[in-house]
């Protein structure tokens, strides 16, 4: 019996949640980092704001501070008032009293002096540009300012004390620019999600080595390291273990102790040929404390999936083939993280024709959800190879995933399909 | 005069071409590293597969090798032959040649046996599992199956010699996963932009400082050190450099001696006031051997911009307040680094709905390129805060830039605009 994706991914679900919230729950797992070394980090805790921003009444023009009132009462000859040209605020200094019958010449952003509640920009202004201070200099500025004209009022971007930004948030660019303009230099955020990988095969040989007759490089360390670095995790150790179930338990039970991961993440050995040793390790013999379900999902590639845990320890298996891998990273684990950890952002879904040969098909079992590899020009999607797992070259040359949901057999060209851009 | 958004944005690709041009043209510019640090990195080379994917010819599913033309001639009995089955093809061992009349048990990506062109699916032999070998065990496999069948044949994804992936290609998961297929360790990739970063201003502090009157802290350093990182840039130092135009530009020179940098990002002091240390130290005094133009983009917040080059270093000056900082680098340098670096990816641009208060409008000024900032909930984008570039919280709870062109002045509720994603 067959399982559905969408059942499979709930599954996964309540495994990665459970797995995080152990975590949590565990000591040390909030971290404090400096603003530089969070960035795409998740921030653990509310921040409020230890000042306002901004943090002082402030004029959004260069141009002369005055008191509104002033500009409407005595002195004013016709549309305009004349004023003493006080000397100006240097910028990174308090500003002291607005001296009656002054107006001070104030650069964008200096603090107002204490009584002035309005700014006249300078092209406003007869002279209409700044000259060095000297005692006895006259300005002549527009009648009837307005109360508050380019001011940039105390607290008007966020009070202190209130809710800067809250649990959860992910933190980039703007999120820790506002921080750091709150002059906060270290912020609580959550951490990583640990995943101990595991390649097997005794097939397989780690790039750069030298391949016998009979064996291949080992595509899915590199593959799901780098997968799963872009989605924000942790890998705390990648590594080829032994095609056999006694040698391949006993490693799984020595990289448990010494990296204590959150999750256990492991390719290849769960089909049904006749030597999988994931499959035969975890299958509960008593080397190992596992309780794993070898399933069967109604998707290709990608098709055999075990999830349970082994040693307490949350465990996924994907199948060998590094295609599967990386769908299967797509299809069950990357959304998953996106809900439970808020980082990575989900994958971009879109609705594009298909680009096909005149007449061209593209076909997917009934009741299989097939997950095909192609590129997306802007406009439409093209196939890059066939269905088949092994086919990584065509893998590489694609931006996208294209979705052939178990109901869906047949699409043809110009008709439009699901893609998550990659 | 003011200039166009989009005029200012091609000097800035030119600028930063001719950088990359030179940094290109130096010595030591292509680095070679290991596929773990590659992730997200540029290919500096064409790269040639050394070995055929898949190697060798494989088996497709779990089954029996055998010759095909042996399952249409002697021994068929109706729509079955039977064979003698011979010992199984161990993972990562060579396979022999297979023995006449003998059918061989193989494992998904097991070599096939030399001779052997096709594989039967275990569950259409009979019996319909595999057991231990032992001599004397027969198989009944359906006759007349088609040579090919189940066969992954060697080179059927990629040719040895083939280009495997084209100089210029951001390496992410899958193409990082067909590099470590093909055994290859380590890559040529670009180098990343080196861009020194400075923030001026008596009146700024560090984060983590105690403000005095009229004092602010410094975003800026921290909000584009982050968007250059997320951008894939080096910032090879960011720091607050005196408002005085004497020690600004000696600290400059000795900045770009010691960094030697691709280019300088100021922030600050571009703009009209009567304190502007930026446009004061570089507007070619002598001090400086500068060609810097101080212009005005008809751009709302950001429109002060300075761009050219200091001491044969290119050079973009940024205006002073964070959220201008932020809507200079996403509208001017990072589509820029999208087009000449080819990270980071371009922005998602879509066109949705506004949601404003019934009867609302967004007002934008004639001739001006205004650039809001909004919460996008999937259906349908709310600004947040009002154009005033001083609003970094408001800033701080957006995930889209709201795009308001030069000639669009009002958009009302409902209405779409054009928004970026961050």
Redesign the interface.
Request: hydrophobic share 50%; aromatic share 4%; proline share 8%.
């Given at each position: 019996m067959r399982r559905a994706v969408s059942d499979h991914r709930n599954q996964v679900l309540e495994l990665v949640r459970g797995a995080w919230q152990r975590r949590l729950a565990g000591a040390g797992a909030v971290q404090t980092v400096s603003?530089?070394g969070a960035?795409?980090r998740v921030l653990a805790s509310d921040i409020a704001?230890p000042?306002s921003?901004?943090?002082?009444a402030n004029s959004?023009m260069?141009g002369y501070a005055v008191i509104s009132g002033a500009t409407g009462s005595a002195g004013a000859t016709g549309s305009t008032v004349e004023f003493d040209v006080a000397p100006?605020?240097?910028?990174?200094?308090?500003?002291g009293q607005l001296p009656p019958g002054c107006a001070v010449?104030v650069?964008?952003?200096?603090?107002l002096p204490a009584g002035a509640d309005a700014v006249v920009p300078v092209e406003q202004a007869v002279p209409d540009s700044?000259a060095p201070f000297e005692p006895g200099r006259r300005v002549a500025l527009p009648a009837n300012v307005p109360a508050g004209q380019f001011v940039?009022a105390a607290g008007?971007?966020?009070e202190a004390g209130a809710l800067?930004?809250p649990a959860g948030t992910v933190?980039?660019?703007?999120?820790?620019?506002?921080?750091?303009?709150?002059?906060?230099?270290?912020v609580p955020v959550l951490p990583r999600l640990r995943v101990l990988l595991l390649s097997t095969?005794?097939?397989?040989?780690?790039?750069?080595?030298t391949?016998?007759?009979?064996?291949?490089?080992?595509?899915?360390?590199?593959?799901?390291?780098?997968?799963l670095?872009?989605a924000g995790c942790e890998v705390v150790s990648g590594r080829i273990l032994a095609?056999a179930p006694e040698p391949f338990a006993r490693a799984l039970a020595a990289d448990l102790d010494r990296f204590v991961p959150d999750l256990v993440l492991s390719t290849g050995g769960i089909?049904?040929?006749?030597?999988e040793v994931v499959k035969q390790a975890l299958a509960g013999d008593g080397t190992v404390r596992a309780a794993v379900d070898f399933v069967s999902v109604a998707m290709q590639p990608g098709g055999p999936q075990g999830i349970g845990s082994v040693l307490g320890t949350a465990f996924l298996g994907f199948p060998?083939?590094?295609v599967s891998?990386?769908v299967s990273?797509e299809m069950f684990l990357r959304p998953v993280l996106s809900t439970v950890l808020a980082v990575p952002a989900p994958r971009?879904v879109l609705n594009v024709p298909l680009r096909l040969p005149a007449g061209g098909t593209l076909d997917s079992p009934a009741g299989i959800h097939q997950v095909r590899r192609g590129w997306y020009n802007g406009a439409a999607v093209l196939p890059m190879?066939g269905p088949?797992s092994?086919?990584?070259?065509?893998?590489?040359r694609?931006n996208a995933l294209i979705q052939l949901p178990e109901d869906l057999i047949r699409r043809e060209a110009g008709q439009n399909v699901e893609i998550w851009l990659?």
């Open positions: 603003l530089a960035v795409q704001a000042v921003l901004p943090p002082f959004q260069d100006p605020v240097p910028a990174g200094r308090a500003a010449p650069m964008t952003g200096a603090m700044f940039r008007s971007d966020i800067a930004l933190l980039k660019a703007a999120q820790l620019g506002l921080l750091a303009a709150l002059g906060i230099a270290e095969g005794d097939e397989v040989v780690a790039p750069g080595g391949l016998g007759p009979g064996q291949i490089y080992d595509a899915n360390t590199t593959l799901l390291s780098a997968a670095a872009e095609d089909s049904k040929g006749a030597f060998g083939n590094p891998c990386l990273f971009t190879g088949g092994h086919l990584v070259h065509a893998l590489a694609s990659l």
